[in-house]
């Protein structure tokens, strides 16, 4: 056969082969992880009639804040096993392991004990395949080749099919049978993208097996040591009633905070940034508060929202009663119908786009007008809140992370100092820890009684937050020396 009548590289739309697996396997964990959480509030809150466990709302709004926040606080812990200790594509095939094993566990373990479990092997795996996935589809590309882009597109619209589609299914198996074959769909859909992850996992080769800072081997006893001290405290503290589900979101917000402020500490004071380095860092200050703001009420969706949408939402459709989960399945269409257009818009924009203190800034005070939208339906009573009214506010919801969120994680590389690259893209995520388990621990006040002062009171908050950062903007443009 000659050079000529070769059969083309096979191609998934056009980029390298194995992208497909790590589509895949991403579309399938986002599935699994928003197809059990979009029913997972209502099963620690629904009476054991209903199929739940019959905590009070406010412990159960607390737990899924804490596993939100975890979940982001993992992912540090994933960076760094990659980084150190197996590289980046074998913490994301164990990573995989581990969530299909708590959506295992969810299905099959009865009560606390099942969601103990589940939820803590989930937080632990997402974070692994969260930190992971992203770097490994960067593997598949060198710096000058232009499919770049169009790769990250097609993983990120891989993200948001798996997040549509999870809630509408798993949601409608919980309402037609019971939560458990709701999480155990969730673990179906792990188990399928961990198959097709594996038959295609050796073509992951080169830096995607890498361990780029390898750990020395003196070291590796202490930090064992470490890890395993760490855990039997947070067993005794649980086990000893220390470490109650009702306080386990303000827990992760506190530790979040202090990690982030220990490592703005570190940062700071290292003698191996320059001046220029340290300004840039200080500019990042605001927009992580800005950030952590953003989230504490963007992440009420899984909280707040699910509580709105059992309770007072109208979820009657042609006689036919949705599933609470679906209204999680909102978003992510808006996410794929917008994402392009602000992409379009910026790169039309070019130079004359705005800075990113706007930007960080316009999503704050729209996230908060957000909340200000709940207004108009306080107080109507059990099924009066109108389902296109809500899909309205979801609307305004996903234009407000779309001026933060995509820009966020950018901005923390090339503000980061050389000497802390990893660090600095570690506190953008604890920026999304800090506020997902704010939102649990704010949700916790929440009640149908007072929606007026809830709504209004949060949404005017992160509105002056949001004005106060805009009107801060030149300095901390002037800070960050030349990035925008």
């Known amino acids: 056969m000659t050079t000529q009548e070769r059969t083309p590289e096979r191609t998934f739309f056009g980029q390298p082969p194995v992208l497909a697996n790590l589509f895949g396997v991403e579309l399938w964990e986002r599935f699994s992880f928003y197809g059990m959480q979009g029913i997972l509030l209502i099963y620690l809150y629904y009476t054991a009639a209903q199929g739940g466990l019959g905590l009070s709302a406010a412990t159960a709004t607390s737990i899924v804040g804490a596993y939100g926040g975890a979940v982001y606080l993992s992912t540090i812990l994933g960076a760094w096993t990659a980084d150190r200790l197996l590289g980046p594509e074998r913490v994301l095939f164990l990573s995989a392991i581990l969530v299909m094993a708590g959506h295992i566990s969810l299905a099959v373990l009865p009560g606390l004990t099942g969601v103990t479990a589940g939820l803590i092997l989930i937080a632990v795996g997402s974070g692994g395949v969260k930190a992971n996935a992203t770097s490994l589809v960067g593997t598949l590309y060198d710096e000058h080749d232009e499919r770049r882009d169009a790769g990250f597109s097609l993983f990120y619209l891989g993200i948001n099919l798996g997040a549509l589609l999870g809630p509408l299914l798993t949601g409608l198996l919980q309402k037609t049978w019971g939560f458990h074959w709701g999480f155990g769909l969730a673990a179906v859909g792990m188990a399928v993208g961990l198959t097709q992850y594996a038959l295609g996992r050796k073509r992951l080769t080169g830096p995607a097996r890498v361990v780029p800072n390898p750990l020395p081997a003196r070291r590796r006893l202490p930090v064992a040591l470490a890890l395993a001290a760490a855990v039997v405290l947070v067993v005794v503290l649980a086990v000893t009633g220390v470490l109650r589900a009702a306080y386990l979101s303000n827990v992760v917000v506190v530790?979040?905070?202090?990690?982030?402020?220990?490592?703005?500490?570190?940062?700071?004071?290292?003698?191996?940034?320059?001046?220029?380095?340290?300004?840039?860092?200080?500019?990042?200050?605001?927009?992580?508060?800005?950030?952590?703001?953003?989230?504490?009420?963007?992440?009420?969706?899984?909280?707040?929202?699910?509580?709105?949408?059992?309770?007072?939402?109208?979820?009657?459709?042609?006689?036919?009663?949705?599933?609470?989960?679906?209204?999680?399945?909102?978003?992510?269409?808006?996410?794929?119908?917008?994402?392009?257009?602000?992409?379009?818009?910026?790169?039309?924009?070019?130079?004359?786009?705005?800075?990113?203190?706007?930007?960080?800034?316009?999503?704050?005070?729209?996230?908060?007008?957000?909340?200000?939208?709940?207004?108009?339906?306080?107080?109507?009573?059990?099924?009066?809140?109108?389902?296109?009214?809500?899909?309205?506010?979801?609307?305004?919801?996903?234009?407000?992370?779309?001026?933060?969120?995509?820009?966020?994680?950018?901005?923390?590389?090339?503000?980061?100092?050389?000497?802390?690259?990893?660090?600095?893209?570690?506190?953008?995520?604890?920026?999304?820890?800090?506020?997902?388990?704010?939102?649990?621990?704010?949700?916790?006040?929440?009640?149908?009684?007072?929606?007026?002062?809830?709504?209004?009171?949060?949404?005017?908050?992160?509105?002056?937050?949001?004005?106060?950062?805009?009107?801060?903007?030149?300095?901390?443009?002037?800070?960050?020396?030349?990035?925008r």
């Open 255 to 483: 530790l979040s905070a202090l990690a982030a402020v220990a490592y703005f500490v570190v940062i700071l004071t290292s003698g191996r940034i320059t001046a220029v380095e340290r300004r840039r860092v200080y500019a990042f200050i605001p927009l992580f508060v800005a950030s952590a703001v953003f989230w504490s009420l963007y992440q009420q969706q899984f909280t707040v929202v699910t509580i709105y949408s059992d309770q007072r939402l109208d979820r009657n459709l042609f006689g036919w009663e949705m599933p609470v989960s679906w209204v999680q399945s909102i978003n992510p269409v808006f996410i794929i119908v917008l994402s392009g257009v602000f992409a379009a818009l910026w790169t039309r924009l070019g130079p004359r786009q705005p800075s990113t203190p706007i930007k960080f800034a316009a999503g704050t005070v729209i996230m908060g007008l957000a909340f200000l939208l709940f207004l108009p339906l306080a107080g109507g009573g059990p099924n009066s809140a109108p389902l296109l009214a809500l899909a309205g506010i979801l609307l305004v919801f996903t234009v407000a992370e779309l001026l933060l969120s995509p820009v966020g994680l950018s901005l923390s590389t090339k503000l980061a100092p050389e000497a802390f690259h990893t660090q600095m893209v570690a506190l953008f995520f604890l920026s999304v820890a800090l506020g997902t388990a704010a939102s649990g621990t704010l949700a916790t006040y929440y009640d149908e009684s007072h929606e007026t002062a809830y709504f209004g009171i949060l949404g005017l908050i992160a509105i002056v937050i949001g004005v106060a950062l805009a009107l801060a903007a030149k300095p901390i443009t002037r800070l960050m020396s030349g990035v």
